[in-house]
């Protein structure tokens, strides 16, 4: 059972620049990785293709095709979740900390972690805690859950739209100008 939580005040608002970077992190260091990846990859590739050997030029055409891939992806998934991260937010702020909204966001590692980083700036992090616990999920849990349920999930429009493909969403509010409003108000009081 939640409890609606009124939000008498808000915390000290970081910039949407800072905060995509709190919420891509782990996304940011797998496109590193990826990026290092295909130089390393490229690099046993072209030494293949002098060889000859067809086995080796078939895995080192995959390997570098899967890392060169993956940091286009990981590109979009970043985006995709700092989507998320910011109509959670105002939804949070809207509605407050309701579990019908944040069980949309409990399929992936990186959704959870967009709307950690929303219940954070908005002082929710004690709903989002209990709310993970109550639903069971451990910090260890880095497979998207649909992963396991649907195989198949490669070939669903809502998989490629829900993960990378997703709309750019304006944000409702600016909170860094309300935090500064209401400052200025308390400080008139």
Known sequence: MFILVAMKALPKQ??????YFKVSKWLLV?????????F?????LQRALIQG????KVFWSGSFLFSFVHIFLV?????SRFQNYKRLKDQLYTYSFQPKIANNYLVSKCQRRALKIACNE???SNEY???LELRGVKWHHFIPYFMVQDPLFLFKRHFWNRTFLEKYY???YDFRELVTRKNMISSKA
Not at 40 to 44: A, D, E, I, M
């Open 14 to 19: 970081n910039s949407l620049t800072y905060s």
């Open 30 to 38: 797998a496109f590193l990785l990826f990026i290092i990846e295909s």
């Open 40 to 44: 390393l990859y490229y690099g046993q």
């Open 53 to 56: 050997s067809y086995f080796l």
């Open 75 to 79: 590109i979009m998934d970043s985006w």
């Open 122 to 124: 908005l002082g929710l």
């Open 129 to 131: 805690q209990r709310f």
């Open 170 to 172: 304006e944000p409702k």
